[in-house]
C-alpha cells in the first residue's frame, strides 16, 4: 500500500509552520526543473534539519515524482539523513591520512565518551556523531569538525576538552 | 564593473601587475632592479594563507589581526594584506609570505602579529624567530623559494598558489588571467584548440590518464543541438586534497579550462560537480563564476566573440561513486548516482542524453597555459607518455605534509624524501600508498618509479588522482588493505554483483584476519576473488577495489602469514592480536597507568615497576595513553 501523508502527519509535529511553509515554497519553485530534486533536498535538510519519511512525501508530491525517487535518492546519498541531528554535528574524519595518524581511537574516544554510536545522536540532543571520508585538511591530521569548526591534530585524550566547549 | 573586451583585459592586466609587482613570481625582482615606475602603489604586500588548512587552524584571525595592526599603525595606504588560497605547505601552518622578497613566516599566531608590523616593516628587520629552519643544520631559510619543500616543485596548476586573492578577479588577470580563452576565442578555431590539446599531451589527471585532446575530439564530432562540459570536483579519495586547493586558490583557471574546452567541443552549457564537504571551495566558485559573468568572461558573447557559455555549481551530496563520470551525471538529472555500462560514452551520450565532456578540476586547470604557451611547451615537460606535472597531497608519515606539484618523471622517493622531509622520529618508511582506494602499497625498494602512468601501473598501484599516504614501520599493511576494502565495500552502489558481493566477502576475511581468526587458505581465497572482482566489475570503483589488497600480497605477503599463523600483528594496529606489557627499565612506578585502567589489571609497588595482568586485560589502551614515559609497549 502507498505511504499516505495523512498516516504521517504526526511526524511533521516537530516543524513550525514557518519551516514547513518554507518546504512548500521550495518546492513550488522548482517544480517542474530536471534535475531539481537532490538540491531542493539539500535544502529542505538545511531548513528542517532532516528528511523524515513524511517531510519525503511532502517534496514527492510537490515535485510531481514517484516517492520511491525520492526515498532512492535520500538514502543513497551519505549527504542525507532520516534521523534527528545534536545541536552541534561531530565529524570524525576517517580519511586515509587521518586513518593513518589513529582517527580510529579517536572515533572509540567519542563513541564511548558520549555513549552513541555511528549515525547516532546523544539523548540530550547535544551533539550526533558521525565519520566523514576525507576533510581534506590532512595536513593537522586527525581532525574532527564540530558544527563547522575543525579542530586537529588530536590525541585520544584531548577530545573530551574539545567537547566542553560546546553546550 | 562591465562587460570587458580583450582591449580591456590587458588594460586591467597592466594596472594590476603595477600594483601587483612585488609580488607576481619573478617580476618583483626586475622590478628592483629596473626600478619600474610603481608610484602610488603599496611598498609591501602580507599574504596570508587562506586554505582550509590553515583555516583551522586560526589563519583567519591572523588576517584580522594584520588589517587592525596595519590601520592602527597609519599603514593602510603602505602595506597590502592579501588573503591567498592553499600555500601547500601545510605543516607549516598558518603561513604568511612578506613581499618583497618573499620572506616565509610559519607557525605564526594572531599575538605575534604586532611584532612582525613592527620590527619587519617598520623597523625592516625580518623576525628571524619565525623563519623556517633547515632541520637538520638549523640554518634559517628566510625565502620561501629556498626552502627545499619548494625547490622540486614546479607550478603549473598551480601556479597561482600563494600570490592572488583567490576572491578577485582582477589578480587573477593580472597574472596573465583569461588570456588564454582570449586567445582561443579569437585566434584559434576549435579544431585548432583540440589540436594543441593533443600536442601538449595532457591526460585527465582524475586517475585513469585518458588523452584530453582525444576525448574532446570526440565530442567535437558528435552532431548535436546541445552538449555539456562539465567538470569532476567530486574529489573523494581519502586522503586527496588537490582539487580542493586548486578550487580555492584559483577557481578561475577552472573556469578558463572550461571555456576553452567548451568552446573547443561546441558546449554552450557547463557544470561543475563539486563535494558539499568542501564549502570554502562551492563559495569561491560561485563568487568566481558571478565575477566572471559580470566582465562577461561567461554567458552570452564572451569577451566579445561568438561564443557564449553558462556554467552552473552542483553541490554533490556524498557518495564516491559519482566520482565515476556516468554516476555523476545521473546524479546531476537528479538520479541516484550508479554507473551505467557503456557504450554509449558520454562523449556521444551524456548528461541528459546530449554528448558530455568531464574533465577533473586539474585537467582544466593546465588548459589555459597549454593554449597560451603552446601544446610544445607543455609536452617538454615530464616523461615520454606522460606530459607536464602532477599535483600530489602528501600526507601520512611524513614531515612537510602538504601539497606538491612535480614535473613527470620525478620519482616517488623525491617527493618523499627531498620534498617531504623524510619520516618523522626517525623511523623508517614501509610503503608509499599512491591512488588512494583504487591504488596500492609500494614497498621502499620500488620508490625510485619515477611518476609516470605507465611506471606506476606496472606496480599494481595506480596514478590515481594524487592521493600519496607515506606509511612509517609503524603500520599494518593488512590492515590498511581492510581500510581501504571497506572504504570501497561502504561506497559501493550496489548495482553490479561483482563489487557489491565481491567487496564485501573479501572485506570479511580480511576483517576476520585483523581479528586474529585468519584461516589456512584465506590468503588463496583473496588471491582467487581479487581478478573475478576486478575483471567483471561495471564501474572504476569495482574494477580498482582490489589493488591494495593485491598489492600488499605482492609485496608484503609475511604480514598476512604472521597475522594468520602466528597471530601476530608487530605494528601493533591489530588489537585484537596486540599484547600490552610495560617495561621494567622504562617505568618508574608512578601508579598512573593502574590508577586509568578500567579494568584494575594494572598492579605494583610504589616507585616500583607495575606488571599488566593481561588475562583480565581488555587492550583498551589507556595505559599507553597516558603513560608519561612510554614504558607502556606492545609484547
Redesign the interface.
Known amino acids: 500500500m502507498a505511504i499516505q501523508l495523512a498516516d504521517r502527519q504526526d511526524e511533521l509535529a516537530e516543524f513550525s509552520q514557518e519551516q514547513l511553509d518554507q518546504v512548500d515554497e521550495l518546492v513550488q519553485t522548482n517544480r517542474g526543473k ?6 531542493v ?2 535544502e529542505v535538510q538545511s531548513v528542517l534539519g532532516y528528511l523524515p519519511v513524511a517531510v519525503q512525501v511532502k517534496v514527492a508530491q510537490g515535485l510531481n515524482i514517484p516517492i520511491a ?1 525520492v526515498y ?2 535520500v538514502s ?5 539523513t532520516m534521523v534527528p541531528k545534536g545541536r552541534h554535528g561531530i565529524r570524525v574524519c ?8 589513529g582517527a580510529q ?1 579517536i572515533f572509540e574516544k567519542l563513541s564511548s565518551t558520549l555513549n552513541v554510536d555511528k549515525g547516532g545522536c546523544t539523548e540530550d540532543r547535544r551533539f550526533s556523531l558521525e565519520t ?10 586527525p ?1 574532527i569538525i564540530v558544527d ?1 569548526e ?3 591534530l588530536l ?3 584531548t577530545v573530551e576538552k574539545i567537547l566542553d566547549q560546546y553546550e | 564593473m562591465a562587460r570587458i573586451t580583450i582591449e580591456g583585459l590587458q588594460t586591467i592586466k597592466e594596472r594590476v601587475n603595477r600594483e601587483n609587482l612585488l609580488r607576481i613570481g619573478e617580476k618583483h625582482r626586475e622590478a628592483e632592479k629596473h626600478s619600474l615606475d610603481t608610484t602610488g602603489s603599496y611598498r609591501a604586500h602580507v599574504l596570508v594563507c587562506g586554505g582550509t588548512g590553515c583555516k583551522a587552524s586560526h589563519s583567519e584571525a591572523i588576517y584580522d589581526a594584520l588589517t587592525q595592526e596595519v590601520k592602527a599603525k597609519g599603514l593602510d595606504k603602505e602595506i597590502k594584506v592579501v588573503e591567498t588560497g592553499c600555500n601547500g605547505f601545510c605543516a607549516a601552518g598558518p603561513i604568511m609570505v612578506v613581499y618583497p622578497g618573499g620572506i616565509f613566516y610559519q607557525r605564526i599566531k594572531a599575538e605575534d602579529v604586532p611584532e612582525i608590523i613592527t620590527e619587519h616593516m617598520i623597523n625592516g628587520n625580518p623576525l628571524e624567530r619565525l623563519m623556517f629552519r633547515d632541520p637538520e643544520t638549523e640554518k634559517i631559510i628566510p625565502h620561501m623559494q629556498d626552502i627545499p619543500f619548494f625547490g622540486k616543485q614546479k607550478a603549473i596548476a598551480l601556479k597561482n598558489r600563494s600570490l592572488i586573492d583567490a576572491e578577485h578577479i582582477d589578480e587573477y588577470i593580472g597574472n596573465d588571467g583569461y588570456r588564454g580563452a582570449a586567445k582561443a576565442l579569437k585566434e584559434l578555431t576549435p579544431e585548432d584548440v583540440i589540436e594543441e590539446v593533443k600536442k601538449s599531451g595532457l591526460r585527465g589527471r582524475g586517475g585513469a590518464g585518458f588523452p584530453t585532446g582525444m576525448k574532446w575530439t570526440f565530442a567535437h564530432k558528435a552532431k548535436a543541438d546541445t552538449k555539456f562540459v562539465l567538470c569532476n570536483a567530486d574529489e573523494g579519495d581519502p586522503g586527496a586534497f588537490m582539487d580542493r586547493s586548486v578550487l580555492e586558490n584559483d577557481p578561475h583557471s577552472v573556469l578558463e579550462g572550461m571555456i576553452i574546452g567548451g568552446y573547443a567541443i561546441g558546449a554552450h552549457q557547463g557544470y561543475i560537480y563539486c563535494r558539499a564537504e568542501y564549502p570554502l571551495a562551492i563559495k569561491r566558485l560561485t563568487l568566481a563564476i558571478e565575477q566572471a559573468k559580470e566582465y562577461g568572461l561567461l554567458g552570452d558573447n564572451i569577451l566579445g566573440s561568438e561564443y557564449s557559455l553558462d556554467i552552473h555549481v552542483y553541490q554533490g551530496a556524498g557518495a564516491f561513486v559519482c566520482g565515476e563520470e556516468t554516476a555523476l551525471m545521473a546524479s546531476i538529472e537528479g538520479r541516484r548516482g550508479m554507473p551505467r555500462p557503456r557504450p554509449p560514452f558520454p562523449a556521444n551520450q551524456g548528461l541528459w542524453d546530449k554528448p558530455s565532456v568531464l574533465n577533473n578540476v586539474e585537467t582544466y586547470a593546465c588548459v589555459p597555459q597549454i593554449i597560451m604557451q603552446g601544446g610544445s611547451w607543455f609536452a617538454s615537460i615530464g616523461t615520454e607518455r606522460s606530459k607536464g606535472t602532477k599535483v600530489f597531497a602528501l600526507t601520512g608519515d611524513v614531515v612537510n605534509v602538504g601539497l606538491v606539484e612535480v614535473p613527470m618523471g620525478t620519482s616517488v622517493r623525491e617527493i618523499i624524501f627531498d620534498i617531504g622531509g623524510g619520516i618523522p622520529d626517525g623511523k623508517k618508511i614501509k610503503a608509499a600508498q599512491l591512488g588512494g582506494p583504487s591504488g596500492g602499497c609500494l614497498p621502499e625498494h620500488t620508490l625510485d618509479t619515477p611518476i609516470d602512468f605507465e611506471e606506476i601501473t606496472k606496480l599494481g598501484a595506480i596514478m590515481g588522482s594524487g592521493g600519496l599516504i607515506v606509511m612509517d614501520e609503524n603500520s599494518c599493511m593488512v590492515d590498511s588493505a581492510r581500510f581501504f576494502m571497506e572504504f570501497c565495500q561502504e561506497e559501493s552502489c550496489g548495482k553490479c554483483t561483482p563489487c557489491r558481493e565481491g567487496t564485501k566477502r573479501m572485506l570479511e576475511i580480511l576483517t576476520r584476519i585483523c581479528k586474529g581468526k585468519g584461516r589456512e587458505g584465506d590468503i588463496q581465497l583473496l588471491e582467487e576473488m581479487a581478478p573475478y572482482v576486478k575483471d567483471s566489475a561495471l564501474c572504476g570503483l569495482g574494477q580498482t577495489a582490489p589493488n591494495p589488497v593485491m598489492t600488499t600480497l605482492r609485496y608484503f605477503r609475511n604480514e598476512y602469514e604472521e597475522h594468520i599463523f602466528e597471530r601476530k600483528c608487530h605494528a601493533g594496529t591489530c588489537t585484537a592480536m596486540v599484547t600490552y606489557g610495560i617495561d621494567p627499565e622504562t617505568c618508574i612506578g608512578c601508579g598512573l597507568c593502574a590508577k586509568k585502567c578500567p579494568q584494575q589489571c594494572i598492579t605494583g609497588e610504589k616507585k616500583k615497576p607495575h606488571v599488566i595482568d593481561t588475562e583480565a586485560c581488555i587492550k583498551c589502551g589507556v595505559c599507553m595513553e597516558s603513560c608519561k614515559f612510554d614504558a607502556v609497549k606492545y609484547v
Open positions: 530536471p534535475g531539481a530534486l537532490i538540491p533536498l539539500e525517487d532512492g535518492v543513497f546519498y551519505s549527504f542525507f576517517v580519511g586515509t591520512a587521518c586513518y593513518v595518524k581511537r566523514v571520508r576525507c576533510l581534506g585538511v590532512c595536513g593537522i591530521a581532525v563547522e575543525a579542530h586537529g590525541q585520544a585524550k
